[in-house]
């Protein structure tokens, strides 16, 4: 099950940080990601992590948001700092469900982000 938490309301120029409890699927060859979705948009990736430590950011977000893992508790983190207004979202967390302690053992160009999370909402104000 992934659970996200850490949203809230801040002012432009702040920062925020999120966690995911992601058991069973940081560690997995699929890896996972931040994804988020503002209002009468699409949903949109934000960030990946793999289990080789290679992460990717969508341009928007490069040199102001990092995802990360604490292999130990399982948990994916996004460290959000200088904020602005159109970052406000509801950001999910997402998973690839047979990528689940690799019970499938799929190979990467098999993976997509097919699990979700309930989503924590970011709001940017300026």
């Known amino acids: 099950q992934l659970v996200e938490s850490g949203g809230g309301s801040v002012q432009a120029g702040g920062s925020l940080k999120l966690s995911c409890t992601a058991a069973g699927f940081i560690l997995s060859t699929c890896g996972v990601a931040w994804y988020r979705q503002g209002s009468g948009k699409e949903r949109e990736l934000v960030a990946t992590y793999r289990s080789d430590g290679t992460t990717t950011y969508v341009d928007s977000v490069k040199g102001r948001f990092t995802i990360s893992v604490d292999n130990d508790r399982a948990i994916l983190y996004l460290q959000m700092n200088m904020l602005k207004t159109e970052d406000t979202a509801v950001y999910y967390c997402?998973?690839?469900?047979?990528?689940?302690?690799?019970?499938?053992?799929?190979?990467?160009?098999?993976?997509?982000?097919?699990?979700w999370g309930q989503g924590t909402q970011v709001t940017v104000s300026s």
């Open positions: 997402a998973a690839d469900r047979r990528s689940y302690y690799n019970q499938y053992d799929l190979s990467p160009a098999e993976c997509e982000f097919n699990y």
